[in-house]
C-alpha cells in the first residue's frame, strides 16, 4: 500500500463495507483545493454494484463536508470498460498533458 502515499502529499484511504465485510478501498490524495481519486478496488463479486459510482458520489459528498471547492477522477482511458463510469460524470474538465491544457468538454 505504500505505493499509494507519498511523503509531504495528504492522502488517506475509504472504505467501503457490506454488513460488516470489507468490499472496496479507495486511495485519495489531498490537496488545498480539494480531493483527486488515486485508486479505487473492489471484490470481483461485487462488480454488478457499481461501486466506482457509488465511490465518486461519496468522494464528492467528502469534498462538501470537508469545504473543499474540486473533487479529481483521476485517470481515465478511453476505451477502458473498467473507467467508463468516469465518463458518464458532469461537468467536468479534461487535462491535455501534451498540450498542458484543461478542457471543459471532451
Not at 457499481?50 to 469534498?63: D, I
Not at 470537508?66 to 487535462?95: D, T
Amino acid at each position: 500500500m505504500e505505493m499509494f502515499f507519498h511523503p509531504g502529499v495528504p492522502a488517506f484511504m475509504t472504505t467501503y463495507r457490506l454488513e460488516g465485510k470489507l468490499i472496496a478501498l479507495g486511495f485519495l490524495d489531498e490537496s488545498d483545493q480539494g480531493l483527486s481519486s488515486v485508486y479505487f478496488i473492489y471484490g470481483d463479486s461485487y462488480q454488478s454494484r457499481s461501486l466506482g459510482t457509488y465511490s465518486v458520489l461519496r468522494e464528492c459528498a467528502l469534498v462538501k463536508e470537508m469545504g473543499l471547492a474540486y473533487y479529481y477522477l483521476g485517470y481515465w482511458v478511453p476505451g477502458n470498460s473498467r473507467m467508463e463510469y468516469k465518463h458518464r460524470f458532469r461537468p467536468r474538465e479534461l487535462y491535455k498533458w501534451n498540450e498542458n491544457l484543461w478542457c471543459e468538454e471532451f
